[in-house]
């Protein structure tokens, strides 16, 4: 212990400071005691006296640092400790508790209690080993693994929990003779091959993809013997989402109808002169850069005005029957003939004022002026009755 020398303790003693100076030797002041362990604990300082650490009876010290904690309270038991283990592991033996005085002047009363006890009525005996069991199969159908056999603890079997030294199995090696097969396994994936398409196309459901491959060689399976397939696909494909839209070229619409046959301020109307006519068509659809329809949208041609012109005409031949209506009931069914017009004799060419020789048209529906025929003068129609048809 180091020598004496003054301390300056600092200690509040019901509701005061007391200013303690000390030149005797002290002990180790603490200022708690573990009462389970009876150990000294929150270091306070040393050489201060043990009557000026116990002012506080919380507190606790020790007579040099080596020796026990000795608490300021007076001398009492602590509590018990829990009972230890039993002195044998079979049959009967004792068990032992302790407890620890606060004070080194001593308590009244024993500080160990012991009784008796028992873990198991019996001891264990231990047993001996049976034959081993035959060799188990190879682990492995080719090359070389390993094989097992196995013995029983029963020869005597072992009493109250005993066992028998070493192991119930024995591992061997074991080769089979056989040549393992290689079983494929695929290679890297190929590059992306291009794809089908430079452009999809508008409103289409069939969009451009593209492949890339790849090879069952990482191993290549055996042959001999006869090693598996790669599992899976060997081409892998993928949509091109990504191109432009296609360009759609554009496409003409229907001819418009001829317009008037005419010839200036000329009238030409059911006279065999020459007049002009045009018709028209739309270049529809062209998108995204697509090309026009090119060639012409406007179509010429000369013509006969033969508009509701009255002429000459004769009566057909009869027409082939007609449906039977209505489809039920009373019945019947009809054909006609009708007054055709007889376009006059004029010329189908005609040249042009570049002297070129064009086809000239007749234009315009005429009206046919036939003799009497049944009472009619342009259709002469004829009825008949169904024979055989169901009721309605």
């Not at 002041?29 to 116990?54: I, K």
Request: with cysteine; hydrophobic share 25%; proline share 6%.
């Amino acid at each position: 212990m180091a020598a004496p020398f003054s301390l300056l303790w600092l200690l509040a003693v019901g509701g005061y400071v007391s200013l303690l100076l000390s030149v005797s030797e002290g002990v180790v002041c603490y200022s708690d005691f573990d009462e389970r362990s009876g150990g000294c604990t929150q270091y306070l300082g040393e050489g201060v006296s043990e009557g000026d650490c116990c002012l506080n009876i919380k507190y606790s010290f020790k007579r040099d640092p080596g020796a026990p904690c000795e608490s300021c309270r007076a001398a009492t038991w602590s509590v018990w400790s829990e009972w230890g283990p039993c002195s044998v592991s079979c049959l009967e033996g004792v068990e032992s508790r302790s407890r620890f005085c606060t004070r080194q002047e001593g308590c009244k009363g024993e500080r160990i209690q012991m009784r008796a006890c028992s873990y198991q009525d019996c001891c264990p005996q231990s047993g001996r080993w049976g034959e081993w069991s035959l060799w188990s199969p190879c682990s492995v159908t080719c090359a070389r693994g390993r094989r097992q056999r196995m013995r029983q603890c029963n020869n005597p079997a072992p009493l109250c929990g005993g066992s028998c030294a070493g192991s119930s199995a024995d591992l061997d090696d074991c080769d089979t003779q056989q040549v393992c097969p290689t079983h494929g396994a695929w290679g890297s994936w190929g590059p992306w091959n291009d794809c089908s398409a430079s452009c999809i196309k508008e409103d289409s459901r069939n969009v451009p993809v593209q492949s890339r491959l790849r090879i069952c060689n990482k191993p290549t399976p055996s042959s001999d013997p006869p090693g598996r397939l790669c599992e899976g696909t060997s081409e892998e494909r993928r949509d091109c989402n990504s191109l432009p839209t296609c360009p759609v070229n554009g496409v003409w619409s229907e001819w418009s109808e001829w317009s008037d046959c005419l010839l200036l301020d000329t009238r030409i109307k059911c006279d065999n002169k020459v007049g002009a006519q045009n018709r028209k068509r739309r270049c529809e659809g062209s998108a995204h850069g697509g090309d026009d329809c090119g060639s012409k949208y406007k179509e010429n041609r000369y013509c006969y005005n033969f508009k509701r012109c009255r002429l000459n005409g004769s009566w057909s031949e009869w027409s082939e029957w007609g449906l039977c209506t209505p489809t039920c009931g009373q019945s019947e069914r009809t054909r006609e003939r009708l007054c055709q017009p007889v376009y006059p004799n004029y010329p189908n060419t005609t040249v042009t004022q570049t002297q070129k020789t064009v086809d000239v048209f007749p234009w315009g529906v005429p009206i046919g002026r036939c003799e009497e025929l049944n009472g009619q003068l342009q259709r002469v129609p004829e009825k008949r009755e169904c024979k055989n048809v169901p009721k309605c």
